[in-house]
């Protein structure tokens, strides 16, 4: 069984930063990882991904803003969010698609979720 643990929400202004950490159980270096956000009334966004090579895709909304990276000695996924604006509240997940890894920002391939930590940015 995977587990995915997110820590690092919280509010901010608009502008600022925030970093995110998702820990990982099981083998994490062959896992394709994903955040993910949803607000309020809003379908699921897949906000970036990253493969196990280190291979990366970002939704365009986040292009320029946000740097996804992986720790795989210490099985840890991050996302490095700056210049925060008030649409970028939401919760954010992360997920992992074990097998096979599939680098992708649509749900479907991933079959791991973490409970979510909140992001809250005020204009």
């Known amino acids: 069984q995977v587990q995915l643990v997110e820590s690092g929400g919280d509010s901010v202004q608009a502008g600022g930063s925030l970093r995110l950490s998702c820990a990982v159980s099981?083998?994490?270096?062959?896992?394709?990882m994903g955040w993910f956000r949803q607000a309020p009334g809003k379908e699921r966004e897949g906000v970036v991904a990253i493969d196990k090579d280190g291979r990366t895709t970002y939704g365009d909304s986040v292009k320029g803003r946000f740097t996804i990276s992986r720790d795989n000695a210490k099985n840890m996924l991050y996302l490095e969010m700056n210049s925060l604006k008030p649409e970028d509240t939401a919760m954010y997940s992360c997920a992992a698609a074990t097998s096979p890894c599939v680098l992708s920002l649509d749900h479907r391939p991933y079959n791991y979720w973490g409970q979510g930590t909140q992001v809250t940015v005020s204009s």
């Open positions: 099981g083998y994490y270096p062959s896992y394709c």
